[in-house]
Nanobody, 115 residues
Framework: QVQLVESGGGLVQPGGSLRLSCATS????????MGWYRQAPGKQRELVAY???????NYADSVKGRFTISRDNAKNTLSLQMNSLKPEDTAVYYC?????????WGQGTQVTVSS
């Protein structure tokens, strides 16, 4: 059984920083692609960023230059460094992993940006 567990969410003031982590366990040695999604209240889940096994990255326009995604292939962990946070970044953030036609999700971690 594959599990993805996020951590690092919380309350932060506008302009602040947070670092999210996603630990994986189970039978998959290395996901083809891993990513972060988020879902704000009343909105659809949206892609924040993804990273391939070869460390190619892609970001949503709304987070470019502020967020950085990274992965440790040896440990099969995923991180998201979030800087210059804005109130509109408030959402539940989900870790995601894709392998051999199947997508796996974590349970999510809440990020709240508010003064």
């Amino acid at each position: 059984q594959v599990q993805l567990v996020e951590s690092g969410g919380g309350l932060v003031q506008p302009g602040g920083s947070l670092r999210l982590s996603c630990a994986t366990s189970g039978s998959i040695f290395s996901f083809d692609v891993m990513g972060w999604y988020r879902q704000a209240p009343g909105k659809q889940r949206e892609l924040v960023a993804y990273i391939t096994g070869g460390s190619n990255t892609n970001y949503a326009d709304s987070v470019k230059g502020r967020f950085t995604i990274s992965r440790d292939n040896a440990k099969n962990t995923l991180s998201l460094q979030m800087n210059s946070l804005k109130p509109e970044d408030t959402a539940v953030y989900y870790c995601n992993g894709y392998f051999s036609g199947t997508t796996y999700w974590g349970q999510g971690t809440q990020v709240t940006v508010s003064s």
